[in-house]
């Protein structure tokens, strides 16, 4: 299959009139422009690893995007124009509460509810059947949300969850997930759907990983070529970006039990990874990243207030009623609960030990070129303590993954994860 081949088969390559007219004059020209700096950023990789990478926005108005490779070493991402313009009203909706006072919403992760009217075009499903363009909800909710105040804001927000989005699929790309998951099976390493499903966990949360240090480094050379920001800024808006963009994938799934199984963790899970390699960046890399790690905590601050300020506006009915004994809140659960702190952190330790495990059988067996992840963007090592938690727990998850683990070990001279 060649590029473009792929890339019409999922809408093709986006041009300015696929834009919703109302979004069109900001976005089409500030995205182009931005994709081919992004193309410029992976060469370096591409290099590295001696990998072909090809990046296109898509007309598409699905949220899913992808990686493919078209034959050996050659890979094309596609990322849908839909999911673009989305983040785009969402970063509007969410800065029109900067500044305003925190209220706090709490999460009722057990009851009946769905989105409001006017939410809908934003956070639900996409519809394409009808006559309507799949964006004509959007430019309402557009028209009752818009900043101008804040325009230029919303823009770079757009811009650094792109880059995270690209980043992450970039990572898939170099670390060579899909084909050492079909290398994995062939070799007996993963052995049945169960496996394949740990592994798939591993390959996202080291997606995350990378693909944080990748989106970080690619905002630091941006930033090297603007006057106008100042760094401490500009991490703040990436931190904000990423947490904005899984606000955007959280909506219908709101309990951390709910992200148990899977690929995907809690999304503040997925946040606490981000961090993780922020601080750590910034410990390497001091003059590089000065301040990224106080930013990276403000931004997340700022989102997660403007989110329990969107919870309180659906509660009192500002985008529609919902009907029957259905609740409209919450919009989205990332956010943290004080008293639960525990949990998450349980939680994350949890996706650590997974994580790691996995891993280490990943290293151990792939046998060919990819990319590494920096020691100075990694997460922390897991201790005795954690692993013997996690051998005691009644985790199916886990004991899976454990089991791989031994036999692993067996062959193995690496005595620690």
């Not at 300020?309 to 919009?331: A, E, I, Q």
Request: overall charge negative.
């Amino acid at each position: 299959m060649l590029a473009t081949d792929f890339i019409e088969a999922t809408g093709g390559a986006v041009t300015s009139d696929d834009y919703p007219p109302s979004l069109r004059g900001n976005l089409a020209g500030l995205l182009k422009g931005h994709l081919y700096f992004t193309r410029w950023y992976l060469t370096r990789l591409d290099r590295e690893t001696g990998l072909q990478t090809r990046v296109e926005v898509v007309n598409s108005p699905f949220f899913t995007c992808r990686a493919k490779e078209l034959r050996e070493g050659e890979y094309v991402l596609v990322v849908p124009v839909g999911l673009l313009c989305r983040l785009y009203v969402l970063a509007h909706l969410l800065l029109g509460h900067w500044g305003q006072d925190a209220v706090y919403m709490p999460v009722w992760a057990t009851r009946e509810w769905r989105l409001p009217p006017d939410l809908e075009p934003l956070f639900g499903k996409v519809r394409t059947a009808g006559p309507r363009p799949w964006w004509e909800g959007l430019e309402g909710l557009y028209a009752q949300v818009k900043m101008p105040d804040f325009q230029y804001d919303a823009e770079c927000l757009t811009i650094l969850a792109f880059n995270f989005l690209v980043c992450h699929e970039a990572a898939h790309v170099y670390r060579r997930h899909a084909k050492a998951l079909e290398a994995f099976r062939l070799q007996g390493v993963v052995r049945d759907e169960a496996e394949a499903m740990v592994y798939r966990r591993f390959a996202e949360t080291d997606a995350d990983l990378m693909g944080a240090g990748l989106a970080l480094d690619l905002q630091w050379v941006a930033l090297q070529n603007k006057t106008d920001d100042v760094p401490w800024l500009g991490y703040l808006r990436s931190s904000y970006a990423v947490t904005m963009l899984y606000a955007l994938y959280d909506v219908h799934r709101k309990e951390l039990g709910a992200y148990t199984k899977g690929a995907y963790c809690h999304p503040v899970i997925r946040r606490q990874v981000f961090t993780a390699a922020s601080h750590q960046l910034n410990d390497a890399y001091p003059e590089k990243f000065a301040g990224l790690a106080e930013a990276e905590l403000e931004g997340w601050m700022h989102c997660g207030s403007a989110l329990h300020r969107l919870n309180f506006d659906v509660f009192l009915g500002k985008f529609g009623m919902v009907s029957g004994d259905t609740s409209g809140c919450p919009v989205s659960a990332l956010q943290y609960n004080l008293t639960d702190s525990q949990r998450w952190e349980r939680a994350y330790e949890r996706e650590l030990v997974l994580y790691r495990a996995a891993r280490r059988i990943y290293l151990e067996n792939v046998n060919f070129t990819y990319l590494a992840i920096s020691p100075a963007a990694d997460v922390e090592r897991v201790d005795r303590a954690m692993l013997d938690r996690a051998k005691a727990a009644d985790d199916a998850v886990l004991r899976t993954a454990l089991s791989m683990l031994r036999r692993e070990s067996e062959t193995s001279k690496r005595d620690s994860l």
